[in-house]
Every structure is written in structure tokens, then in C-alpha cells.
């Protein structure tokens, strides 16, 4: 659940400085500023890693990996490639193989880690647990994303505006939930 968590928030934000730049029609950033994003996602899954297998390892694979997003950022390969928004989903063959290199780029980096800093039992196992749900999640969120954009962008301001009034009042009803249990000597177990 951390790793889910740490990648989660990590990729996501980074992710989305450059969706924006590309939703713009701007140019990508520089190499310095993406390898920073790169840096950020790595010790997501750094710190993902580390409560299951240790500091070394954790520090190991998250080197790895950002010098493996700094090098496909290198060759043209960022999360923007290929950007539109569109009613439906869409993976164009560029994205294709960007998933399947980010596939196999972690499957190998998770049995290289294992063999050199930390024996990790069914290394095997784990290297495609790693690779196989990094490379399905990047395929999904690549394939939807575009449907979110359409959406996000054609979404009539009213309605964002009830929206967002709603999330704030949602906020503040689980913000106050903890005083009213209180208050009303509710059992928490």
C-alpha cells in the first residue's frame, strides 16, 4: 500500500506539470527540470520500496530508475508524447512502446537490484509484480487521459463551479466528523 501510495502522489504530480505543458501546446521542458521529475518519481518508489526491503534496496532502485526516465526523456520518450483530448480512450503505437519498454525497464531493474544489494525471496515473482502493474497502470492511465482532458476542458463552468462547492462542503462535513463523534460519545473501535 505505501509503494501504491508514494508512486501514486509522486507520478501524479509530476505527471501532471507536464500534461499541462503539453495540453498548451508548449514545447517539454528542459532535460534538467525533467530529470528533477524524474529524481521525484524515483524516490516515490524509493520510498514505496523501503519499508518492504530495506534502505539499500530502496536506494538502489530508485537511482536505477531515474537514470533509466532520464534517458528515455533523452530519446523523445515523456509522459506529454502523443497528447490530445479526445472522447474516448486512445494508445497510439508510440505510447504502446513506451509501456512496454517502462515494462520491461522495471522488471529488469527489480531482478538487478535483487541480485546486487538485497536477495529478495522469488526475486522472479516480484520483478513482474513490479513491472507488470507499473507497465498496466501506465497503459490504462496513458489510454484514459485523454478522455479525461476532453471532459475536464468541455465541462460547462457552472458545473465545475457545483462541483468544487461540493468537494469544499465535503471537506469540511469529514473535517468536523471527528468533533461530532466526540461530541456525541460515539465508540470508535
Same mark, same amino acid.
Given at each position: 500500500m505505501a509503494l501504491g501510495l508514494t508512486c501514486g502522489l509522486t507520478?501524479?504530480?509530476?505527471?501532471?506539470?507536464?500534461?499541462?505543458? #503539453?495540453?498548451?501546446?508548449r514545447e517539454h521542458f528542459p532535460l534538467p527540470l525533467e530529470a528533477l521529475f524524474s529524481s521525484i518519481r524515483g524516490a516515490g518508489f524509493g520510498a514505496g520500496l523501503y519499508p518492504l526491503l530495506g534502505l539499500r534496496f530502496a536506494l538502489?532502485? #530508485?537511482?536505477?530508475?531515474? #537514470?533509466? $526516465?532520464?534517458? $528515455?526523456?533523452?530519446?523523445?520518450?515523456?509522459?506529454?508524447?502523443?497528447y490530445s483530448a479526445e472522447r474516448k480512450p486512445r494508445l497510439t503505437r508510440r505510447q504502446i512502446r513506451g509501456v512496454i519498454v517502462r515494462t520491461l525497464g522495471y522488471i529488469a531493474t527489480a531482478l538487478i537490484c535483487s541480485a546486487l544489494v538485497h536477495h529478495v525471496?522469488? &526475486?522472479?515473482?516480484?520483478?513482474?509484480? %513490479?513491472?507488470?502493474?507499473?507497465?498496466?497502470?501506465?497503459?490504462?492511465?496513458?489510454? %484514459?487521459?485523454p478522455l479525461i482532458?476532453?471532459?475536464?476542458?468541455?465541462?460547462?463552468?457552472?458545473?465545475?463551479?457545483?462541483?468544487?462547492i461540493g468537494l469544499i462542503l465535503l471537506g469540511f462535513t469529514? +473535517? &468536523?466528523? +471527528?468533533?461530532?463523534?466526540?461530541?456525541?460519545?460515539?465508540?470508535?473501535?
Open positions: 507520478a501524479g504530480a509530476t505527471v501532471a506539470f507536464e500534461l499541462r505543458r #503539453a495540453s498548451e501546446g538502489a532502485f #530508485a537511482g536505477f530508475i531515474t #537514470a533509466g $526516465q532520464i534517458f $528515455q526523456y533523452s530519446r523523445g520518450m515523456r509522459p506529454g508524447i502523443d525471496d522469488h &526475486s522472479w515473482t516480484f520483478a513482474l509484480r %513490479v513491472g507488470l502493474v507499473t507497465g498496466l497502470a501506465t497503459a490504462l492511465g496513458t489510454a %484514459v487521459n482532458e476532453y471532459y475536464a476542458d468541455s465541462l460547462p463552468e457552472r458545473r465545475l463551479g457545483v462541483f468544487g469529514l +473535517q &468536523s466528523l +471527528q468533533y461530532w463523534l466526540s461530541l456525541l460519545d460515539v465508540p470508535i473501535t
